[in-house]
């Protein structure tokens, strides 16, 4: 029997023949593989006297694993061709806990390592977002029992003033069990910093030391996480890969937004990171895609018969994704100002959000499948006109008695520059299921509140009964689906209620899932 690979975890397989999630030792027992990604079910004879423990390790030597993040959040997993099996038809079932069941297994002897480096650990992004999401998996159990999270960047700072900084960002968010602060601390452990420039050989040879060290002659996997410019990521990429990466495990690199300015530098800088590794080694990830609702978004229409049947031109009046920050550029405006806020949100979190909200159910949960719908939700837009898209820009203002400074005040800013903060645009999806229908965008920089959400607008009543017969217009108060991404995730949908009490009144309530609540 031919070897097959899996990305699921061992303790999800069980056998056909008992309830036990252990495998029978009766000779050539099934085994039930189920994998909830793709609501399949693969059936495979075990050899004789194997039971869970055995096959998952066993498993492991026998192939190679490597996974790639799509840009809609999901894991496509590649194996390596597999030897024919010798021992009556082993299943070559790759597990995400695959380290550290090899290594319990082996007594120490072979036990792997991972080593995170986060390039350009001192930016904003690594502090608000990166270092609390490593905090996250850390919590709930899903990095390895070794490894090891450097920071690199420019800036000259010790281990201690690193974890000062990221202590500050780092939240329980998943629940608020009592050992929180013990797994902060824990987390702080294992987190260090080593200063270098980005294109330099010399420091990067100083930074493969350090990890030797703290990898202990371990197998060690190595993961670069870039949170750097697109201009430098060749330099960085380059600089690991021949001076800082594994020589007995594997080594990836994740490529945050944005990647290139256009489709022109996409290609260029693609064609650049080849040239030192290979295309399964990359990671290309837009991180807006993590957060919960976005997550949830596939699921609460394909999932739930109530919404899937009224998600089309039929009922839908418009769709609108709105997306506003409260503070400026703030120091940052010499990398916003090359990208705008059209580069910088609207053409990679809206635009993903976007061919989300508008696919067609895929054919699996595959990011190949998912991807293919994606895209022809794209080939099917309509070219943006200029009278459907407005811009601006923030000017100074003051709130309360303070002043808050205008863009260009900002000295990061090019004096004079004309880049827009704020732009909404109108645009339309030429298909049979959204012909019409305008998907409104609009982002923007120092408004007056913080928040992201998906508003879905329906079509008014046909006839319009209630305004007939007592004055209520029907055509101001639709039903409305609104996705709050953030902040006090929500869903909650608007319908129209009598008012308690004599004669007819209409009013607006809604039906809510707060997430804090539930």
């Given at each position: 029997m031919s070897s097959f690979s899996s990305s699921l975890s061992c303790p999800t397989y069980r056998s056909r023949t008992s309830n036990s999630p252990f495998l029978s030792n009766h000779p050539?027992?099934?085994?039930?593989?189920?994998?909830?990604?793709?609501?399949?079910?693969?059936?495979?004879?075990?050899?004789?006297?194997?039971?869970?423990d055995e096959l998952c390790v066993r498993s492991q030597r026998k192939s190679v694993q490597s996974s790639v993040v799509a840009q809609d959040g999901?894991?496509?997993?590649?194996?390596?061709?597999?030897?024919?099996?010798?021992?009556?038809?082993?299943?070559?079932?790759?597990?995400?806990?695959?380290?550290?069941?090899?290594?319990?297994?082996?007594?120490?002897?072979?036990?792997?390592?991972?080593?995170?480096?986060?390039?350009?650990?001192?930016?904003?992004?690594?502090?608000?977002?990166?270092?609390?999401?490593?905090?996250?998996?850390?919590?709930?159990?899903?990095?390895?029992?070794?490894?090891?999270?450097?920071?690199?960047?420019?800036?000259?700072?010790?281990?201690?003033?690193?974890?000062?900084m990221v202590s500050k960002t780092l939240t329980c968010r998943i629940d608020k069990r009592a050992n929180c602060g013990e797994k902060m601390e824990e987390f702080l452990k294992r987190c260090f910093y080593h200063s270098g420039q980005y294109d330099s050989q010399e420091h990067f040879v100083a930074l493969d030391e350090k990890l030797k060290e703290?990898?202990?002659?371990?197998?060690?996997?190595?993961?670069?996480?870039?949170?750097?410019?697109?201009?430098?990521?060749?330099?960085?990429?380059?600089?690991?890969?021949?001076?800082?990466?594994?020589?007995?495990?594997?080594?990836?690199?994740i490529v945050e937004k944005p990647f290139g300015r256009d489709a022109k530098t996409s290609?260029?800088?693609?064609?650049?990171?080849?040239?030192?590794?290979?295309?399964?080694?990359?990671?290309?990830?837009?991180?807006?895609?993590?957060?919960?609702?976005?997550?949830?978004?596939?699921?609460?229409?394909f999932s739930n018969l109530i919404f899937e049947p009224l998600w089309s031109r039929q009922y839908i009046r418009n769709v609108q994704f709105i997306f506003s920050e409260d503070f400026g550029t703030e120091g940052r405006g010499g990398y916003f100002d090359n990208y705008g806020i059209i580069r910088?949100?609207?053409?990679?979190?809206?635009?993903?959000?976007?061919?989300?909200?508008?696919?067609?159910?895929?054919v699996s949960l595959d990011a190949e499948d998912i991807r293919n719908e994606k895209v022809k939700v794209l080939r099917s837009m309509r070219p943006i006109q200029l009278e459907d898209v407005v811009i601006g820009q923030y000017k100074s203002h003051s709130i309360g008695g303070v002043t808050y400074p205008g863009y260009t005040d900002d000295k990061t800013v090019p004096k004079g520059s004309l880049t827009p903060t704020f732009a909404a645009a109108a645009l339309f999806i030429d298909n049979a299921r959204w012909d019409g229908v305008p998907f409104l965008m609009k982002a923007g920089k120092a408004l007056n509140t913080r928040s992201?959400?998906?508003?879905?607008?329906?079509?008014?009543?046909?006839?319009?009964?209630?305004?007939?017969?007592?004055?209520?217009?029907?055509?101001?108060?639709?039903?409305?689906?609104?996705?709050?991404?953030?902040?006090?995730?929500?869903?909650?949908?608007?319908?129209?209620?009598?008012?308690p009490g004599l004669g007819m009144r209409l009013d607006r309530s809604n039906l809510n899932l707060l997430y804090s609540a539930r």
């Amino acid at each position: 029997m031919s070897s097959f690979s899996s990305s699921l975890s061992c303790p999800t397989y069980r056998s056909r023949t008992s309830n036990s999630p252990f495998l029978s030792n009766h000779p050539s027992s099934l085994i039930n593989v189920v994998d909830p990604r793709r609501s399949l079910s693969f059936h495979y004879a075990s050899p004789q006297g194997l039971n869970l423990d055995e096959l998952c390790v066993r498993s492991q030597r026998k192939s190679v694993q490597s996974s790639v993040v799509a840009q809609d959040g999901s894991v496509a997993t590649k194996s390596s061709p597999a030897e024919e099996p010798k021992d009556g038809g082993l299943l070559t079932i790759p597990s995400l806990e695959a380290d550290k069941v090899v290594a319990e297994s082996d007594g120490g002897e072979h036990q792997s390592t991972v080593s995170i480096t986060v390039v350009g650990a001192s930016g904003d992004l690594a502090k608000k977002k990166i270092f609390p999401a490593l905090f996250a998996l850390y919590y709930e159990g899903c990095l390895p029992e070794h490894f090891t999270i450097f920071g690199y960047a420019r800036s000259k700072m010790t281990d201690a003033e690193l974890r000062d900084m990221v202590s500050k960002t780092l939240t329980c968010r998943i629940d608020k069990r009592a050992n929180c602060g013990e797994k902060m601390e824990e987390f702080l452990k294992r987190c260090f910093y080593h200063s270098g420039q980005y294109d330099s050989q010399e420091h990067f040879v100083a930074l493969d030391e350090k990890l030797k060290e703290h990898e202990g002659g371990r197998l060690s996997n190595r993961l670069f996480y870039l949170l750097i410019p697109p201009n430098i990521f060749v330099d960085a990429v380059k600089c690991a890969s021949s001076s800082a990466s594994s020589v007995n495990g594997w080594t990836r690199v994740i490529v945050e937004k944005p990647f290139g300015r256009d489709a022109k530098t996409s290609a260029a800088l693609t064609k650049s990171l080849k040239q030192y590794l290979e295309e399964d080694q990359i990671f290309r990830i837009d991180h807006y895609l993590g957060k919960e609702l976005v997550e949830n978004l596939s699921v609460l229409r394909f999932s739930n018969l109530i919404f899937e049947p009224l998600w089309s031109r039929q009922y839908i009046r418009n769709v609108q994704f709105i997306f506003s920050e409260d503070f400026g550029t703030e120091g940052r405006g010499g990398y916003f100002d090359n990208y705008g806020i059209i580069r910088d949100i609207m053409q990679n979190h809206l635009l993903q959000i976007l061919a989300l909200f508008a696919m067609e159910t895929p054919v699996s949960l595959d990011a190949e499948d998912i991807r293919n719908e994606k895209v022809k939700v794209l080939r099917s837009m309509r070219p943006i006109q200029l009278e459907d898209v407005v811009i601006g820009q923030y000017k100074s203002h003051s709130i309360g008695g303070v002043t808050y400074p205008g863009y260009t005040d900002d000295k990061t800013v090019p004096k004079g520059s004309l880049t827009p903060t704020f732009a909404a645009a109108a645009l339309f999806i030429d298909n049979a299921r959204w012909d019409g229908v305008p998907f409104l965008m609009k982002a923007g920089k120092a408004l007056n509140t913080r928040s992201a959400e998906i508003r879905v607008q329906f079509r008014h009543v046909p006839g319009n009964l209630y305004n007939r017969n007592s004055g209520t217009d029907l055509d101001q108060t639709t039903n409305e689906l609104v996705i709050r991404v953030q902040p006090d995730e929500a869903i909650y949908l608007k319908i129209n209620n009598k008012v308690p009490g004599l004669g007819m009144r209409l009013d607006r309530s809604n039906l809510n899932l707060l997430y804090s609540a539930r």
